[in-house]
């Protein structure tokens, strides 16, 4: 048993946690929610030692949290941090993996066991030998897994692990997870969508370092209190979780997507109202283009590993970019901005060779483009570069951060010291600030709560109102498609897929021509219509 009380945590003078009181018991699944700086990763560090309390107690099957127990701690909960890389130590992938059993003292024998059963659990044993820095994120993200479960531990802590994962790989991730709990392994998962939150034993809702609230899914569906407080009032299934719970659905069972819809017509909800797209698709599928952001038979390899092949896409308003882990699109985004050069083709825009600075480029990972001492500063490069004075740019800086939900507190603060989430609203503010004629975002709204995520799009909208072309390319696409004007699907380096996004809404068909599985919302809008939900 897990049992934190009365648990407080403060980095400096900063409280992140206060009086928090948990209990995991094995086999149990308990998901914690919360918005972006509401005490999540630093309640999760607690678990496995990472962190320890600044007061109260934490102890794990007995063993109290302390400086002298952290290696212990560390081997009865494993812990898969936001970002994979933060936790990768070795260069090869089955070295990484083996590296934890080898720490236990285990014989050759049993660490290469273990090594391959975490692998093939994970579904990544074509890549023992790859380097792990030539893994895509989400690849990495399965490594950083099996890297924990090797090691066999009593619970597992999974910090916002499915975020950068799409959605047949989620559904592997949720299947391990399964299998742990049957296996006795207690289970605490950080989330920040509606849909983690079925099949969970218990939620806990964080505010501000404190616990707002504690109970079963159906309760917190049913409380308009504890949506608000976890942000997941703008989750779009929200709505259809709720609706779920109301009609007495039990949400502590895995969300079966087949019986949804039938469910709904049980209880009277208007599900074609509850899945409809949102009234903001007509207009995505209408926004003005006063520019055009291009690939023409562009194809880009790594030594002999073709990344692009021939690919075509064209993007005027809003153009999603979708594709399994490894299939091309960060290659394709660091071509359409001109960070990368292909190796045949071009990258053009408005029928001209990309060049530096007119395509802004937000990374997949905040971190790998700030690096100045304060926010402010980082946010207001981008103007200065221009040639815009200190003045000027300092107050495009504040507008940008205004308009990404930055608050003036953090303005000041360094931006390594944020969290997650806040980093990454600070990189997309440091693009936005620069003024750019199109936009490429990599995965622009992961790690963020429901309500930055809702922001982000309808910023995305704005850009694209103003005839700016904007790229995004994403691991959440049902998020998207309502605010898209086209689809853009990648298999293997090859576009398998461009569509209008209306004709992507609810038809699982293209995700599945490019090896995806269709996100939740677009099978319960293709089984509402009486088209094929495929589970």
């Known amino acids: ?4 009380t009365d648990a407080t945590h403060r980095y400096g003078s900063v409280e992140a946690l ?5 209990r995991v018991a094995p086999g149990q699944r308990v998901v914690i929610l919360g918005t972006n700086g509401s005490g999540k990763s630093t309640l999760a560090r607690l678990l496995n030692g990472s962190l320890l309390p600044s007061s109260g107690s934490v102890e794990v099957d007995g ?3 302390s ?3 952290t290696r212990r701690l560390a081997e009865l909960v494993g812990y898969v941090r936001q970002d994979p890389r933060n936790q990768i130590v070795s260069p090869v992938v089955s070295d990484e993996v083996a590296f934890g059993p080898r720490n236990l003292g285990l014989s050759l024998p049993d660490v290469l066991s273990r090594v391959d059963e975490a692998l093939e659990v994970c579904g990544i044993s074509h890549l023992r030998h790859h380097m792990t820095t030539e893994l895509s994120g989400g690849q990495q993200q399965l490594l950083a897994l099996a890297g924990v479960l090797a090691m066999r531990p009593r619970y597992l802590v999974l910090d916002e692990a499915c975020s950068q994962l799409d959605e047949a790989t989620r559904r592997r991730v949720r299947a391990i997870v399964r299998d742990c709990r049957e296996r006795g392994v207690g289970v605490v998962e950080v989330a920040h969508f509606a849909e983690d939150v079925a099949g969970a034993d218990r939620v806990l809702v964080l505010e501000r370092g404190r616990l707002a609230w504690e109970g079963e899914p159906g309760g917190f569906f049913l409380s308009p209190g504890a949506l608000s407080s976890s942000g997941l009032r703008d989750d779009p299934l929200s709505p259809v979780l709720s609706s779920l719970a109301a009609s007495g659905c039990d949400l502590m069972e895995p969300l079966v997507e087949k019986d949804v819809v039938q469910r709904l017509g049980v209880s009277g909800a208007p599900s074609d109202r509850l899945i409809a797209p949102s009234p903001a698709a007509d207009e995505a599928d209408e926004a003005p283009a006063a520019h055009e952001l291009c690939l023409r038979d562009a194809s880009l390899s790594y030594g002999d590993t073709a990344a692009l092949v021939r690919a075509n896409l064209s993007a005027t308003g809003v153009t999603l970019l979708l594709g399994a882990s490894g299939s091309g699109k960060s290659t394709a985004a660091r071509l359409l901005s001109g960070v990368l050069s292909p190796d045949d083709g071009s990258a053009e825009l408005d029928g001209g060779r990309v060049r530096a600075g007119r395509v802004g480029l937000a990374f997949q990972r905040p971190e790998d483009q700030l690096f100045s001492d304060t926010v402010i500063d980082d946010i207001a490069y981008g103007p200065r570069m221009a040639g815009h004075g200190d003045e000027a ?5 504040i507008d940008a951060a205004r308009r990404l939900g930055v608050g003036s507190d953090l303005l000041g603060r360094s931006p390594f010291e944020l969290s997650g989430g806040q980093m990454r609203r600070v990189a997309l503010a440091g693009v936005i600030a620069a003024g750019p004629s199109a936009y490429v975002f990599d995965e622009p709204t992961a790690g963020l709560d429901a309500p930055s995520r809702r922001e982000v799009r309808e910023l995305v909208s704005d850009l694209a109102a103003g005839g700016a072309p904007v790229v995004v390319i ?6 998207w498609i309502d605010v898209a004007r086209r689809v853009v699907f990648l298999a293997g380096g090859r576009v398998t897929g461009d ?7 609810a038809n699982p068909a293209p995700f599945e021509a490019a090896g995806m599985l269709a996100p939740l919302m677009v099978r319960l809008r293709a089984a509402g219509r009486g088209g094929v939900a495929h589970a």
Do not use: Q
């Open 393 to 397: 740019a300092r107050a495009e800086a």
């Open 499 to 505: 569509l209008r996004a209306h004709e992507v809404r």
């Open 18 to 22: 206060r009086g928090v009181s948990l």
């Open 474 to 479: 994403t691991h959440d696409a049902a998020e």
């Open 67 to 69: 400086p002298e127990t």
């Open 1 to 4: 048993m897990i049992v934190v």
């Open 63 to 65: 063993v109290s949290s």
